[in-house]
């Protein structure tokens, strides 16, 4: 399994950018297909972004397209979310996941980071 740590959330007033990093343990990190959730108070978690092994493939949520851009770098393990026009009903907990293929659930998870969007 690999192990995740999601850092780069904060405070950002409406309109403005937030970058989030998802640092990954292991060394099979290219044989994972990784994605971005996000839970907000009292939701469930939805899914916002997905990559697949080299980052050829990508796909989002409707309500994030067009503003969010997940990328890697799997030399150095790293998945990122540059997220940008950020809106109040983008606050949320972010998670970073990885899973082995497209056709399994997320099965490794981080611990989250806050993003809060004021407005």
């Known amino acids: 399994q690999v192990q995740l740590v999601e850092s780069g959330g904060g405070l950002v007033q409406a309109g403005g950018s937030l970058r989030l990093s998802c640092a990954a343990s292991g060394r099979t990190f290219s044989s994972y297909t990784m994605g971005w959730f996000r839970q907000a108070p009292g939701k469930e978690r939805e899914f916002v972004a997905r990559?697949?092994?080299?980052?050829?493939?990508?796909t989002y949520a409707d309500s994030v397209k067009g503003r969010f851009t997940i990328s890697r770098d799997n030399a150095k393990k790293m998945v990122y979310l540059q997220m940008n026009s950020l809106k109040p009903e983008d606050t949320a907990v972010y998670y970073c996941?990885?899973?082995?293929?497209?056709?399994?659930?997320?099965?490794?998870w981080g611990q989250g980071t806050q993003v809060t969007v004021s407005s």
């Open positions: 996941a990885a899973r082995v293929n497209d056709y399994v659930a997320f099965g490794s």
């Open positions: 990559i697949s092994y080299f980052g050829g493939s990508t």
